[in-house]
């Protein structure tokens, strides 16, 4: 993947490599996972964040494979394992494709804003780092969907995480750590959405 299109071909890799009507889970970790852990985490945010992320139950879905996926980066896995339940979720491949003709040109823009810099941010020693503040973000992002729009907050952070690894960007990584703290701020008006 060219790491200085880092969005971009994110969206395209899931528009190109998938098939039929329905993208589903385990279609999308199989197409993102031989490109690394970054796009790991960009393709499940990407999908929060644009018009896919208003299907029922899709931030919480895309929220719990990322958590997943982190788990497995702590225990030292290169593989992850989703449970069959998980993979089994799906959404209209036609409406991510109808999502991306409106997301492509920004995506292309916020991909010349990412360059490798700060690079002692983004070392392979500090993954578990990225991956507990991916599985706070996800917390976050099934917490906060109970506010309208506020679970893309927590998502641009994984985003930005996933972006960062990829193109080996160490201030997205520094800004999206940010984002954590906020997003983790606001958790108390998400319990009170949830349980009034």
Do not use: H
């Amino acid at each position: 993947m060219n790491n200085t299109a880092a969005l971009t071909q994110t969206l395209e890799v899931i528009k190109d490599d998938t098939k039929g009507q329905k993208i589903d889970v385990a279609e999308l970790v199989e197409v993102l996972n031989s490109r690394g852990f970054g796009p790991l985490l960009v393709g499940p945010a990407i999908i929060i964040i644009l018009p896919t992320g208003a299907i029922p139950g899709m931030p919480s879905i895309c929220a719990l494979l990322i958590i997943f996926v982190s788990a497995q980066i702590l225990m030292g896995r290169s593989q992850p394992w989703i449970p069959k339940s998980l993979k089994s979720f799906s959404f209209s491949r036609e409406k991510f494709l109808e999502a991306l003709s409106i997301a492509k040109p920004y995506a292309q823009k916020i991909d010349k804003l990412i360059y490798p810099r700060f690079k002692f941010l983004i070392q392979d020693s500090l993954k578990p780092i990225i991956a507990i503040i991916s599985i706070l973000l996800s917390i976050a992002i099934m917490i906060l969907g109970f506010i309208p729009f506020a679970a893309a907050l927590p998502a641009s952070g994984i985003l930005l995480l996933g972006l960062g690894l990829t193109a080996r960007d160490g201030l997205l990584f520094a800004i999206s750590f940010i984002i954590c703290i906020g997003s983790l701020a606001l958790l108390p008006y998400g319990y009170s959405a949830i349980f009034g």
